[in-house]
């Protein structure tokens, strides 16, 4: 199941303060959302070694305000194989022992909620606007 959020800015908020810097609400919730989606990954990158997670955005509007939605899925399965030395050793949790071998068949992973949570912050400081932050939840 894909890990889902959703961020509520409020209409009257962003309106108003996007009058006063002859902005267009449209053009500032879609520069939002692709900075959402480039901070998500860069967490991902530096906190867990790759953008692993497919992720996807969308904005919707409602009557009580804008809605940016982001959505990160599980990865593919996919096989893990030794490049720089003979085998792969790791300590194999579910088993309770040591794996020893040239390669393994990883059934995918769904991606930490904290590293995403994490991302969208990093977006959300560099909002130029305080009256219409973002709320964030977790669908």
Known sequence: MPVAFRMRVDKRALNKVM???????????????????????????????????PIRSSISSG??????????KKSRPHKIVSKNAPALIFFWERE?????????????????????????????????FTAASPVVTNT
């Open 19 to 53: 009058n006063e810097r002859d902005g267009d609400v449209g053009f500032v919730m879609a520069g939002f959302a692709g900075q959402v989606t480039k901070e998500i990954k860069q967490t991902f990158i530096s906190r867990a070694g790759g953008a692993w997670w």
């Open 96 to 128: 309770n022992r040591i794996f020893f071998g040239p390669s393994v068949n990883h059934q995918g992973s769904t991606p930490p909620a904290k590293l995403v949570l994490s991302g969208i912050e990093r977006a959300g400081r560099r909002l130029i």
């Open 63 to 72: 009557a009580r305000g804008v809605f940016l939605t982001v959505t990160v």
